[in-house]
Each structure stands twice: as structure tokens, then as C-alpha cells.
């Protein structure tokens, strides 16, 4: 799938800092992103893997953005133009986890880390940062689609009809607004990722009763447990 004129402008002129949108040819991909699709942002540096990913995405109903550069790569991920952020670790200058740290400082905006195969830290230090999912490369963009719509399916509001049921969980001292995603401790704000987030609605939703990791990753990863999986660690 070929990119918009205006990614080919930047390439032509030797400019991979910049960010550009895949958008199927059409010369509006704003315009396209305000119509309803999902705007998924990808950071890394690897041109090639952003034109595969977009590929799969679009045709998902996802809208892409790339950026090759750490540095701008956090200000597009803060600019609230985008649902969701993929990140690789390994970036030049600016890497991946102090991006991760940067964008959590200020936002929960999902984020799935792009990790090299077999690197257990790596992925550990993500989720412990704040990552919400992780993904070994090289992987299959299928797999990738069908992580993000998973995080897509736990970020989703409620039905209007469900939130007006039960707007809030409630147990001890902490509060959870399930439609406006915040959480409350003592009366203060406390920060959490959009994964802590569905665990801890889980958890509250089960007080009183035994929550397997089995389920804990089911529910909140939308997927089966692995084997040798920290991911709850």
C-alpha cells in the first residue's frame, strides 16, 4: 500500500523526523481520521515495518501515523490526535522506555511496546513503566491488529444505558468511575494505564472472591495465559 503524497514529499526529501499519515492515497488524512476511524500512532524508526503495519491496519479500519524520531514521537503521542501508540524499544537517541515514561507522565493513552525476540526484560520494563501489551519482533501485523483491538475493547466506554446503572465501583477506600476512567483513592486521583485500569475493575467487580491470573489475562489482555507469562508478575 503506497503512502499519501504527502509521506512520499518527506521521503523524497530526506526528512524521517517528520510524521506522516497513511491514509490509502487520499490526500486528507485528517479529515479521514475525524470521520470515525481509530488513529493508531507507530514510533520507530524501521520505515519499511511502518508501511507493513499500515497495510493491515487500514483495511481494520485503523488510520496510521508514523514517526522516525523519539524526540517528536512524544509530542505527536501528547498531541490527543491519537487512540492508541505503538513504540519500539530500540530507537536512536531518544529511546523507547524514556519515551514510554514521558507520555505516562501525562497520559494514559494505550501504548503497545515493540520488543526484540526473546528479550524478557525488556518486556518486563515496559509493563512495569507503563506499557499496556507488548510485542516481540519480528511478529505477524495480525497479531498486532488483534492486540489493539483487544486494548480497543477494554478502552471503549460503556452502553449509556449500562453507565447509568453503574457509573461507580465502590469498595473500601477505593472509587472507580467506569465511564469517565478514573480512579480514586482517599479522595485522590491515582494514575493507572489503561490495562491497570481494567484489572483493577475486574478486581473490584470480584471483591471477595479468588481472581486467577488465568483470568486476570483473559479479561484484561484479551488473551490466554502464556507459558512463562510475568505479565501479572
Known sequence: MSASPLTKLYIGAGVLSKS????????NGVREAESGMQRVLVI????????????YLLP???????????????????????????LDVMLPG???????????AVSVIPVIMLTARGDEIDRIMGLEIGADDYLPKPFNPRELVARTRAIQRRVQA???GEVSQRPLLAVDDVEMDVQS????????AVDLTSVEFGVLEILLQSAG????REHLVRKALGRRLLPYDRSFD
Open 158 to 160: 460503556l452502553p449509556a
Open 44 to 55: 520507530d524508526d524501521d520505515v519499511e515495518l511502518c508501511e507493513l503495519v499500515s497495510e
Open 94 to 104: 531518544l529511546g523507547g522506555f524514556e519515551i514510554l515514561r514521558r507520555i505516562r
Open 209 to 212: 472472591s479468588v481472581v486467577t
Open 60 to 86: 481494520e479500519g485503523f488510520l496510521l501515523e508514523a514517526v522516525h524520531d523519539g524526540v517528536q514521537g512524544v509530542a505527536r503521542a501528547l498531541s490527543g490526535e491519537h487512540d492508541f501508540v505503538v
Open 20 to 27: 506522516y499519515w497513511y491514509n490509502g492515497g487520499k490526500t
Open 181 to 188: 476512567m478514573t480512579v480514586r483513592r482517599f479522595g485522590a
